[in-house]
């Protein structure tokens, strides 16, 4: 399995272009998030799914739209990049489940996205 | 999803027992306690994870006492390799759908 996949690992964007970071696993998991790294802010929650066709907003879903039509891919798009959006890009996917009364919920997170917007 | 709170960095040296201490006053009966660890470039990774008592693995182990109110999170003589950002995350017992909320962390330094 190659678990979480992302492309690109770097970009640099001008103020207003768009683009669509990818995300993809091959662990047959429903759930999948994306979440922005600054310095010093830690991980933010960006939007998340909890199945194909069904998405949701996290922390700080401003200025960025998913679909989820595969169980396999979320590509997260930017629809007007700003420099506020500089970040660190980490794709996750996971599975919750229940075994003996204990939660196994575990993220296995891609390598990231090293986004610049000038 | 239970609030914490843990110190936002922590020094080290080479072969020291680490211990990372997390207080989520307001975890709610089904929480469990979980720890994440990311390296520099790269995205974080489950460790361990428990409810009350003790757990062990082979990279750490996790002390929660009777009240839950707190956890400790203890690395074995640490190497320079263990330098990372650690995570506590209280997770209710049917899992999160995806939409872990992740603090700042505490950021371990080891030194030789």
């Known amino acids: 399995n190659a678990g979480v996949t992302q492309t690109p690992k770097f970009q640099v964007l001008k103020t207003g272009q768009s683009m669509t970071l990818q995300c993809a696993q091959d662990?047959?998991?429903?759930?999948m998030s994306w979440y922005r790294q600054d310095p010093g802010m830690g991980l933010r929650l960006i939007h998340y799914?909890?199945?194909?066709?069904?998405?949701d907003q996290g922390e700080v879903p401003n200025g960025y739209n998913v679909s989820r039509s595969t169980t396999e891919d979320f590509p997260l798009r930017l629809l007007s990049a700003a420099p506020s959006q500089t970040s660190v890009y980490f794709c996750?996917?996971?599975?919750?489940?229940?075994?003996?009364?204990?939660?196994?919920?575990?993220?296995?997170f891609g390598p990231g996205t090293r986004l610049t917007v000038l | 999803l239970a609030k914490t709170t843990q110190p936002i960095s922590m020094d080290s040296y080479e072969g020291q027992e680490v211990n990372i201490t997390c207080s989520h006053n307001?975890?709610?009966?089904?929480?469990?306690i979980t720890w994440y660890q990311q390296f520099p470039s790269q995205g974080p990774r489950f460790i361990i994870q428990?409810?009350?008592t003790k757990v062990t693995n082979e990279v750490a182990s996790l002390f929660i006492p009777a009240d839950r109110k707190s956890s400790t999170l203890s690395l074995p003589r640490v190497s320079l390799s263990d330098t990372a950002v650690y995570y506590c995350?209280?997770?209710?017992?049917?899992?999160?759908?995806?939409?872990?909320?992740f603090g700042k962390g505490t950021k371990l330094s080891v030194k030789p």
């Open positions: 996750a996917s996971s599975y919750s489940g229940v075994t003996g009364g204990e939660s196994t919920d575990t993220q296995y």
């Open positions: 662990m047959n998991h429903e759930y």
């Open positions: 799914s909890v199945g194909a066709g069904i998405t």
């Open positions: 307001n975890i709610a009966t089904n929480d469990y």
């Open positions: 428990g409810y009350k």
């Open positions: 995350l209280g997770l209710p017992s049917r899992g999160s759908q995806g939409n872990l909320i």
